[in-house]
């Protein structure tokens, strides 16, 4: 392998801004915000979901009004390229 190509590989924590859950772990990925965790200080990189509020993982689902969607797609699109 070549020599200082790779990037540094360092202990990052990310946040889960949905359920405010943070996971310790090994990253190249960096951040300009830091938090202090077991008396340590680490880079921080906060994300949408993981697997603490992920639907899959937790099983909460969340219902969307899909029904009202289609409805309006068929009113907008009503006659449109179907035979005259």
């Known amino acids: 392998m070549k020599t200082d190509i790779h990037p540094e590989y360092h202990a990052v924590v990310f946040r889960d801004l949905g359920?405010?859950?943070?996971f310790l772990t090994r990253s190249t990925a960096t951040s300009d915000k830091t938090i202090e965790l077991d008396g340590a200080e680490y880079?921080?990189?906060d994300v949408e979901i993981s697997s603490a509020s992920h639907p899959f993982y937790t099983g909460k689902q969340r219902i969307?009004?899909?029904a009202g969607r289609v409805e309006k797609f068929n009113q907008r699109f009503k006659g449109f390229g179907g035979a005259k």
């Open 43 to 45: 880079p921080v990189i």
């Open 19 to 22: 359920s405010g859950e943070t």
């Open 64 to 66: 969307l009004d899909s």
